[in-house]
């Protein structure tokens, strides 16, 4: 499907896809992919920036899904001003946003619901994070809300205390050996490689389902209409 708002960029090589999988120049790792906007068609329907009842709706002309209907009530977070560590810090204008007001915590449920949302639309049944902090939970709470599975592949050091909210949520927990950045790698390496296989095994399944079925339509048509293969490939040339 093509996407109106942006392209992928790979950060590597600069190549420009339709998709977000991996780049055919090997990079694969951290955020391998940028967006690149065409600016000139948001900018026909345009971003209201001044209208606070939308929370993050309102950047939808940027966001890689189309509506945001799967949500937890994550954004439109307070800004506080802190007068007295301001005065103090030498700043008359200091503000916190205090983001601990999200669902789960943190900012992270800004992006997760975009995530939730945008995996939704694409039909994508799992999700699949290393980490044991709050993107974890956060990924946990949306996957729950969304119907989808949630793998979180976390330290075996990882506390108990951690463990046990990401099973409220009912994520599956993967204890690994090594440190975060191992995880990650072996994650992409190994377990995303067996799903791109296990996803094309299926594709490939189902395109000879209808292979098989055409054959067996364009031999009904080839007897009934009584059409030489000619004739039946016309036919079809001309549907097309
Ligand atoms: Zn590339």
């Known amino acids: 499907m093509e996407n109106k708002k942006f392209k992928f960029k790979c950060i590597k090589c600069n190549q ?9 120049c090997g990079n694969k790792y951290y955020s391998f992919k940028t967006l690149e906007y065409d600016y000139e ?14 929370g993050f709706e309102k950047y939808l002309p940027l966001l890689p899904c ?7 009530g994550e954004g439109n977070t307070p800004l506080l001003k802190l007068n007295n560590y301001g005065k103090k810090s030498g700043y008359n204008n200091l503000y916190l946003k205090d983001e601990t007001t999200n669902p789960t915590g943190s900012f992270k449920d800004r992006e997760t619901a975009i995530i939730t949302n945008y995996a939704k639309e ?3 049944d799992k999700f699949l994070i290393t980490s044991s902090g709050n993107a974890a939970v956060s990924a946990a709470a949306y996957s729950n809300i969304a119907g ?6 976390v330290p075996e050091d990882t506390s108990s205390g951690k463990k046990h909210l990401l099973s409220i949520f009912g994520a599956k ?4 050996p090594g440190e975060y950045e191992e995880i990650y790698r072996r994650l992409i390496d190994e377990e995303v490689r067996t799903l791109i296989d296990e996803a094309e095994d299926r594709c490939e399944k189902i395109l000879k389902k209808h292979a098989d079925l055409l054959e067996t339509i364009s031999e ?11 004739e039946f490939n016309a036919y079809f040339d001309a549907k097309a």
């Open 220 to 230: 009904d048509l080839l007897e009934k209409e009584n059409m030489t293969g000619e």
């Open 122 to 124: 694409k039909g994508y």
């Open 16 to 24: 420009l896809s339709e998709t977000e999988n991996f780049c055919d």
């Open 173 to 176: 927990l993967i204890t690994q």
């Open 148 to 153: 989808i599975t949630c793998d979180c592949y």
């Open 41 to 54: 068609k948001i900018g026909k329907n345009g971003i209201d920036f001044w209208d606070c009842s939308k």
């Open 66 to 72: 189309k509506e945001i209907n799967l949500t937890l």
